[in-house]
């Protein structure tokens, strides 16, 4: 039996504003995706916990399988099309992220599955082409992903990332600080929030050009404070992104309500995090205070969880 897992991430500065050139700042959280595969007498059977859902294939890919299986089937032919020939195997896939809420869990899903799998073959994949096969399965999973889901759950830690270019890792300082990853609950589709944003953005370009300038001045500003370790600074700057992303129209009354809470118990900033419309919200606080402020939000009803930032990439676990 092999395990292997993989974190997901939250974007912690500049999303929607990254879609037109923008940066933006994601970082690995403690929250992980799990794969857990052993050697079949024969066919291929790959079930998920999470979405209540199988694949029960033959060694060809044949097989039954609803459309949300899709991704790990994809992850399959692209370890044939490496030389991995198909084995016969069971697969457990679980998560502690919840689903369809921006914390990556589709992408950490296929990273642990693809490096589970190969590991069973005998080579663990590396990192380049562990990117590379689960981008496959993210792609019959969002159509067009930009990649970061992948590569932070391969690589784990904090990057900054434009458009077009390759993630750039940034230091953090921030020991003594958690971050608080609140669910709303709300589902919401990715897609649809981009376009709205897109169309806003082209209907009013003149002014909201300064938005997204805004955007990209409190990346480089948020930057140097993970460096410094100014948790305070980063908190403040937290507040105003997200004002930014309430003027773009992504916040809801729920995500508005979770951020204000999580202020008002003692969080030193909070904002939505990732397409918003729903999803998740995110805070900084005070290691001590994280806990009593995670159990405020709990009470209203919500999912809470504390991470640190920068979480270790995919890896095998020993089981
Ligand atoms: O919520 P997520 O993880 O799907 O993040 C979406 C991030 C956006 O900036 C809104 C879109 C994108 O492709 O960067």
Same mark, same amino acid.
């Given at each position: 039996?092999?395990?292997?897992?993989?974190?997901?991430?939250?974007?912690?500065?500049?999303? *929607?504003?990254?879609?037109?050139?923008? %940066?933006?700042?994601?970082?690995?959280?403690?929250?992980?995706?799990?794969?857990?595969?052993?050697?079949?007498?024969?066919?291929?059977?790959?079930?998920?916990?999470?979405?209540?859902?199988?694949?029960?294939?033959?060694?060809?890919?044949?097989?039954?399988?609803? $459309?949300?299986?899709? $991704?790990?089937?994809?992850?399959?032919?692209?370890?044939?099309?490496?030389?991995?020939?198909?084995? $016969?195997?069971?697969?457990?896939?679980?998560?502690?992220?919840?689903?369809?809420?921006?914390?990556?869990?589709?992408?950490?899903?296929?990273?642990?599955?693809?490096?589970?799998?190969?590991?069973?073959?005998?080579?663990?994949?590396?990192?380049?082409?562990?990117?590379?096969?689960?981008?496959?399965?993210?792609?019959?999973?969002?159509?067009? $992903?930009?990649?970061?889901?992948?590569?932070?759950?391969?690589?784990?830690?904090?990057?900054?990332?434009?458009?077009?270019?390759?993630?750039?890792?940034?230091?953090?300082?921030?020991?003594?600080?958690?971050?608080?990853?609140?669910?709303?609950?709300?589902? %919401?589709?990715?897609?649809?929030?981009?376009?709205?944003?897109? %169309?806003?953005?082209?209907?009013?370009?003149?002014?909201?050009?300064?938005?997204?300038?805004?955007?990209?001045?409190?990346?480089?500003?948020?930057?140097?404070?993970?460096?410094?370790?100014?948790?305070?600074?980063?908190?403040?700057?937290?507040?105003?992104?997200?004002?930014?992303?309430?003027?773009?129209?992504?916040?809801?009354?729920?995500?508005?309500?979770?951020?204000?809470?999580?202020?008002?118990?003692?969080?030193?900033?909070?904002?939505?995090?990732?397409?918003?419309?729903?999803?998740?919200?995110?805070?900084?606080?005070?290691?001590?205070?994280?806990?009593?402020?995670?159990? *405020?939000?709990?009470?209203?009803?919500?999912?809470?969880?504390?991470?640190?930032?920068?979480?270790?990439?995919?890896?095998?676990?020993?089981?």
């Amino acid at each position: 039996m092999i395990e292997a897992s993989a974190p997901g991430k939250v974007i912690l500065f500049g999303e *929607h504003f990254v879609v037109k050139g923008s %940066r933006a700042i994601a970082t690995a959280v403690d929250l992980r995706a799990r794969a857990r595969a052993e050697r079949a007498e024969r066919g291929i059977s790959i079930d998920s916990a999470n979405l209540g859902s199988s694949a029960r294939l033959s060694l060809d890919l044949s097989g039954t399988y609803g $459309p949300e299986m899709a $991704p790990y089937v994809a992850v399959l032919r692209a370890l044939r099309e490496r030389g991995y020939s198909l084995i $016969p195997h069971r697969a457990l896939l679980t998560s502690e992220m919840p689903l369809s809420a921006g914390l990556g869990s589709s992408a950490a899903s296929s990273v642990a599955y693809a490096l589970a799998y190969s590991a069973l073959h005998g080579s663990p994949l590396g990192e380049r082409e562990l990117f590379e096969v689960s981008l496959e399965g993210e792609r019959v999973a969002h159509g067009n $992903p930009s990649g970061i889901d992948n590569a932070i759950a391969v690589k784990g830690g904090t990057v900054v990332y434009r458009r077009g270019e390759a993630p750039r890792e940034v230091e953090v300082r921030l020991g003594g600080h958690s971050l608080i990853i609140v669910d709303s609950g709300e589902k %919401r589709s990715t897609r649809e929030a981009v376009e709205g944003v897109l %169309r806003l953005a082209d209907r009013h370009w003149r002014a909201l050009e300064k938005l997204y300038l805004a955007a990209d001045a409190i990346v480089e500003e948020a930057i140097a404070l993970l460096s410094a370790g100014d948790a305070e600074g980063l908190g403040e700057l937290m507040n105003v992104n997200h004002g930014l992303l309430s003027a773009v129209g992504v916040s809801t009354a729920k995500l508005d309500l979770i951020a204000h809470e999580l202020r008002r118990a003692g969080a030193l900033g909070a904002k939505l995090t990732g397409a918003g419309r729903g999803g998740c919200v995110i805070a900084i606080a005070q290691a001590g205070r994280a806990q009593r402020i995670a159990e *405020h939000v709990k009470g209203l009803g919500y999912e809470a969880f504390l991470s640190g930032l920068g979480a270790p990439g995919a890896r095998l676990e020993t089981i």
